[in-house]
């Protein structure tokens, strides 16, 4: 698992999820606007952070906007990644009126979805306090994981594999499927030899077991901090280990300690509450 720098993403990973969103919500039409506004009238919206957070989606909530109102223009106070105190103007938006009130829910559904991992992500950052690196899974929402680990990103975690593709991962329920570790890692270096194979190991018999085949990364799932010590030490210089499972942010400093590389958190994207942020709108 390789850092990926913290960078904006790429308007094509998230203009289509942006337009299905804004057919979902605003359908034929928004029928309270259309009633209520004139077309031509202009507004300006202000976004605030309501909470103390870590803002990340600031892109996406623009192209809600803009794709209601290509002249919209925006001006961002703070970046995706910074973190903002409650009361803070994150951005300032200003066009159409009927059109920044019918992007409003989606713009802000994705800014507070997006916000809230990165900003738990920073929690377990701040708690990992720079001796074990936290990692995301794949536990995302469908359809929207390139956004969610860019979300992780933001909050200063790193990304674990984006898809099944993209790294070798041997679980317990392949290694009863596929005739143990030591036949599964076999099929697996026959198979594509060129990608470094991680197993994962729920005992320290595993553990032994798996370094005997020569794996080179080993996932240590639910086991006891004593015994997580234990394997980190057996692993020393023949493979690097990642904790898995019971993963907390009460329990990470004590994880920290055990010399283990790799934390890597469902939570992360499975269990991240929205975050308070509100769009202020009133006449320009």
Known sequence: MKAVPFEPLDAADYREIVRQALAEDVGAGDVTTQ???????QARAMLLAKSRCVIAGLDVASEAFRQ???AVTVSTCRRDGELCESGTTVAEFCGRAAALLAAERTALNFLQRLSGIATLTRRF????DGRIIVLDTRKT????????????RAGGGVNHRSGLAAAVLIKDNHVRLGGGIARAVARMRAARPEMPT???AQTLAEVDEALQVGADIILLDNLSTPDITEAVRR????ATTEISGGVTLQRLPELA????????????????????LSLEIEPA
């Open 35 to 41: 009633a209520v506004i004139d077309c031509d009238q």
């Open 68 to 70: 209601l109102d290509p």
């Open 125 to 128: 950052v701040d708690a990992a």
């Open 141 to 152: 929402t469908p359809l929207l994981r390139v956004l969610e680990k860019y979300a992780v």
């Open 198 to 200: 991680e197993v994962e």
């Open 235 to 238: 692993c020393r210089g023949r």
């Open 257 to 276: 300690t055990t010399g283990a590389d790799y934390v890597s958190v469902g939570a992360l994207t499975h269990s991240a509450a929205a975050v308070d």
